[in-house]
T-cell receptor, first 115, second 112 residues
Framework: DAGVTQSPTHLIKTRGQQVTLRCSPK?????VSWYQQALGQGPQFIFQ???????QRGNFPDRFSGHQFPNYSSELNVNALWLGDSALYLC??????????????FGPGTRLTVL | QQQVKQSPQSLIVQKGGISIINCAYE??????FPWYQQFPGKGPALLIA?????SEKKEGRFTISFNKSAKQFSLHIMDSQPGDSATYFC???????????FGTGTRLKVLA
């Protein structure tokens, strides 16, 4: 059973460029969340997608946008990159059960470096 | 601003010893408190989690203690092993939301 997969593993971009990161959720999961993890910090919530719609958003600017496809996979897009966007971007998937304990399973992340 | 404060930043423990990591929160409206373990180059992996109506939960060598009145919760790793060397994050989920707020992490090193 494949866990959460993310691509690419590493990415180098320059300031002002745009980037798209991809995530495939764990088999059977229908919800995808994206987090940004700066070096030496804990992950910070960007947004969550369920049924192809953004269900909740964290404190990130509109330059960060996403999409969820009918097969539950998801993309994170970041426009007008700046140096501060350099981080590990984590995707987490979960299954909406209505239970309080909807465990989020994280992928290995995409390391984005902005020069 | 909802926050979760985690301490210590780093911890060194002898093999077989007890590792203790503490977290405190400032907002009472959290409904779920998971702990994650992260190895270099990997994403965080769920270790153990607790609800606020439970004071303690144990799974193998890992125990969460929860003090609702003090707004604190801690992770105890009994019989710590070199393979436990990793970064540990506490997290909390605000009630009625789908996001987790993470602490800043504790880098644990268990000496052989």
């Amino acid at each position: 059973d494949a866990g959460v997969t993310q691509s690419p593993t590493h990415l180098i971009k320059t300031r002002g460029q745009q980037v798209t990161l991809r995530c495939s959720p764990k088999s059977g999961h229908d919800t995808v969340s994206w987090y940004q993890q700066a070096l030496g910090q804990g992950p910070q919530f960007i947004f969550q997608y369920y049924e192809e719609e953004e269900r909740q958003r964290g404190n990130f600017p509109d330059r960060f946008s996403g999409h969820q496809f009918p097969n539950y996979s998801s993309e994170l897009n970041v426009n007008a990159l700046w140096l501060g966007d350099s981080a590990l971007y984590l995707c987490a998937s979960s299954l909406l059960t209505g239970s309080i304990a909807d465990t989020q399973y994280f992928g290995p992340g995409t390391r984005l470096t902005v020069l | 601003q909802q926050q979760v404060k985690q301490s210590p930043q780093s911890l060194i423990v002898q093999k077989g010893g007890i590792s203790i990591i503490n977290c405190a929160y400032e907002n009472t409206a959290f409904d779920y408190f998971p702990w994650y373990q992260q190895f270099p180059g990997k994403g965080p992996a769920l270790l153990i989690a607790i609800r606020p109506d439970v004071s303690e939960k144990k799974e193998g060598r890992f125990t969460i203690s929860f003090n609702k009145s003090a707004k604190q919760f801690s992770l105890h790793i009994m019989d710590s092993q070199p393979g436990d060397s990793a970064t540990y994050f506490c997290a909390a989920r605000p009630s009625g939301t789908y996001k987790y707020i993470f602490g800043t992490g504790t880098r644990l090193k268990v000496l052989a």
